[in-house]
């Protein structure tokens, strides 16, 4: 059915979102010039506290809802479902507050034309936390216009309509909302009201089995990959494999005869054609002869050592007490290492284009719709007004589809043929030509007090960046990555001396958003160094953790989890024969995720058989939405730190697909378990944070094991190492 116009909007909640971190950065950012490395230090502080927030300014609800002719109502997301369950989790928000069964509520995606829009993307685990409010209030505002509408209708006082189960009602009258929104054809919005309470939630809270299995259990749910519109044909890109190389020659001769080929157009570092079938395009890409400038002989060891503590730019990101006095004498000192890793999605690089006259129209999969408008905007003619983009499901994310994409390409070869084109990043393609997890430099250094303490601790880090790529401004001006890749540097337990330096140094080859960001790599280093710093103290390391949280709230989250975690899994219990045990935690923007493995070398191979996770994510919407999340991080983080590891030869990425790039297996998977913290504070996370813990809880698992320390990942390698070095 049409949607009625609104004309009123009175009340319609409407909260600055971007006020609090907006201002905050950009009013650091303008003092910089006058005194950049204190600024700097102070500006990463202010980055560490802030908290990213949803980027929509319109609270409209018929700009968000539609009440359709069946009763049911479809709620127009922001933000983008990547498996992540976050659609189940808007229908259960919508619904406590719409007075409608869950199953009654539709999610689909909002195109740029047709609903709300997040300039902040999808990512840093806020979906979910940053839209709690503002959807429970644009749903109690629809209920209440709607409310409003009926008691016109029936002219009775709004207060005595009601709602039940998507039917309204007062005294004799009744009706269903589709049939009071037919009836309805100018809107006036009614204020926004009080907010149900927690005590009378039907649904938040409550498990629920996602709203979208059913379509994805029949193959009904439309990726990005699986898009058809009428007249479509299909692209393909030849693209330079060579970090900063562009096409020297090409010789298109034989991609020319065939005759299924429509066009073929060069450009500065790529050359595309478009065909009638996928299977042509991709065959006279295969026939071209090209040649690229570009810069040879760049390999992995040139890569570690540009990213390597004392190289580049160097911010101060935590300075308190006097680490640098303190830490002398018998001092604790450990350097650790994270390879430059891939995300591996299983659905690559999609967009299809339909470029016709000023008018454009992209379907695709993507987590930053904004971006891509705008950096279509950018380098090409069309206006922001005339492109609507429309989002499918994304085959996974884990922040490759922030930023770097391939709808340019696909713009212009279907300016080129006046036809939709099917443009599909091939395999060998996303990894080599997309972006990637910047490896990583720790240095460690430590020392214990006479009764068991840490009296100081500096952590000095190097990276690429992982901001840059989408806020390339922001480089000359902050310095370093300390928003992004610095994210976790800091460290957080109660020590009274700490000190955190971040060191940028650029690379040849984009660096960007992956998964947990820099709380990966430095939880990975913090904790496996905290393990360290207890067996330098004879300490029980769960016990040494709980004895450095302070009297801070999140510290004392951070300790009751903790206790919570080793009562659960049986800490302080002997462990079974030839096992190891390890333990790790950390905060990432308000949750607390805490992991204990179990594991054993069998055949000199790493087998991890048990994991208990446990997080703190404030209010819950959907324990079981959260279980799954926990699991994913789980088995991702077990991939990233047995497995993965990108190597670079001649200037390229040398691994090509999964046959080169090893992740983990279904035989990989050991024995899940979860633990949820109840809790009264607001939501956060849970995308993110769990996976950070369990790589240094591996770790140092190994170590409770062997009695020897790996200190770089990919861990099987270094285990592997090991045995090569010393023999046994």
């Not at 909302?177 to 009201?193: D, F, G, L, V």
């Not at 890409?285 to 050592?305: E, G, L, R, V």
């Not at 999140?554 to 989890?561: A, D, S, T, Y």
């Not at 697909?657 to 949820?676: C, K, M, N, Q």
Request: charged share 20%; aromatic share 8%; with cysteine.
């Amino acid at each position: 059915m049409d949607q009625p116009s609104s004309t009123q909007k009175k009340g319609v909640s409407r909260r600055k979102f971007l006020a609090r971190s907006g201002a905050a950065i950009a009013g650091s950012v303008a003092l910089l010039y006058f005194g950049r490395s204190k600024i700097r230090s102070v500006l990463s502080h202010v980055a560490a506290d802030v908290k990213f927030d949803a980027g929509i300014t319109d609270f409209d609800p018929t700009v968000w809802f539609e009440v359709n002719i069946d009763n049911t109502i479809t709620l127009k997301s922001p933000k983008m479902e990547m498996g992540q369950g976050i659609f189940t989790g808007f229908a259960l928000l919508a619904a406590e507050e719409l007075d409608l069964d869950v199953a009654k509520i539709k999610v689909v995606h909002a195109s740029t034309l047709t609903g709300p829009q997040s300039t902040a993307g999808t990512g840093l685990s806020n979906s979910t936390s940053s839209l709690y409010i503002p959807i429970r209030e644009v749903a109690a505002t629809l209920r209440e216009t709607l409310k409003l509408a009926a008691s016109k209708i029936w002219a009775v006082p709004t207060t005595a309509v009601q709602t039940a189960n998507g039917i309204l009602s007062a005294g004799s009258h009744s009706a269903s909302y589709a049939e009071i929104a037919q009836q309805t054809k100018t809107w006036e919005i009614a204020k926004t009201p009080a907010l149900r309470q927690a005590s009378t939630f039907k649904y938040i809270g409550k498990d629920h089995k996602r709203v979208d299995l059913e379509d994805k259990i029949l193959g009904n749910t439309v990726y990005g990959i699986d898009i058809e519109v009428p007249g479509m044909v299909y692209g393909a890109v030849m693209y330079c494999p060579y970090f900063g190389g562009e096409v020297k020659t090409a010789d298109t001769t034989l991609a020319k005869s065939n005759p299924s080929i429509l066009t073929i157009i060069q450009d500065k570092n790529w050359i595309g054609v478009v065909a009638k079938t996928r299977y042509a395009a991709e065959k006279a890409i295969a026939s071209i002869k090209a040649t690229w400038t570009f810069d040879p002989n760049y390999t992995t060891k040139d890569a570690i050592n540009a990213i390597t503590v004392g190289q580049g730019v160097a911010v101060v990101m935590q300075d308190e007490g006097n680490a640098n006095d303190e830490l002398t004498g018998d001092v604790l000192s450990s350097e650790y290492r994270t390879p430059i890793g891939f995300h591996a999605t299983m659905e690559p690089s999609i967009v299809v284009a339909d470029a016709a006259g000023e008018k454009l129209k992209l379907y695709t999969s993507t987590q930053n719709v904004a971006f891509m408008r705008q950096s279509i905007v950018d380098q090409t003619d069309f206006k922001e007004e005339n492109i609507q983009i429309i989002p499918a499901f994304l085959g996974g994310g884990f922040g490759r589809r922030g930023y770097k994409h391939n709808a340019l390409e696909a713009v212009k070869l279907s300016k080129a043929v006046g036809k939709p084109v099917h443009l599909l990043y091939t395999r060998q393609q996303e990894f080599q030509n997309g972006y990637v997890r910047p490896n990583t430099h720790h240095v460690m250094r430590g020392k214990v007090d006479a009764t068991g303490k840490i009296l100081a601790i500096q952590h000095e880090f190097a990276t690429g960046s992982m901001a840059f790529l989408g806020l390339p401004m922001a480089k000359p001006i902050i310095g370093a990555d300390f928003m992004v890749a610095g994210h976790g540097g800091r460290v957080s337990y109660s020590i009274p001396n700490r000190r955190t330096k971040i060191w940028h140094n650029d690379l040849p080859f984009p660096t960007g958003l992956w998964r947990g960001v820099g709380m990966f790599a430095n939880t990975f280093a913090i904790e496996s160094f905290m393990d360290e710093m207890a067996s330098k103290a004879g300490a029980n390391p769960l016990q040494f953790r709980l004895d450095h949280c302070g009297d801070t709230a999140l510290l004392q989250r951070r300790k009751n989890l903790l206790l919570k975690l080793g009562e659960k899994a049986g800490w302080n219990k002997p462990k079974a024969d030839a096992t190891g045990r390890g333990i790790a935690v950390c905060e990432d923007h308000g949750t607390i995720s805490a992991a204990i493995v179990e594991l054993q070398l069998i055949d000199k191979k790493i087998k991890i058989f048990r994991v208990i996770q446990a997080i703190d994510a404030g209010t819950i919407v959907n324990p079981n939405g959260v279980k799954q999340q926990v699991e994913g991080a789980t088995m991702m983080a077990i991939s990233a730190s047995l497995y993965e590891e990108a190597t670079i030869e001649n200037s390229q990425f040398t691994q090509t697909s999964f046959h080169t790039y090893r992740v983990a297996a279904l035989t990989d998977t050991p024995a899940i378990e979860v633990i949820i913290q109840e809790s009264l504070e607001p939501p956060s996370g849970v995308g993110e944070p769990p996976l950070s813990p369990v790589t240094p809880a591996i770790a140092n698992a190994i170590y409770n094991l062997t009695g020897f320390r790996l200190r770089s990942l990919p861990l099987q390698e270094a285990l592997d190492k090991h045995y090569q070095k010393t023999g046994k």
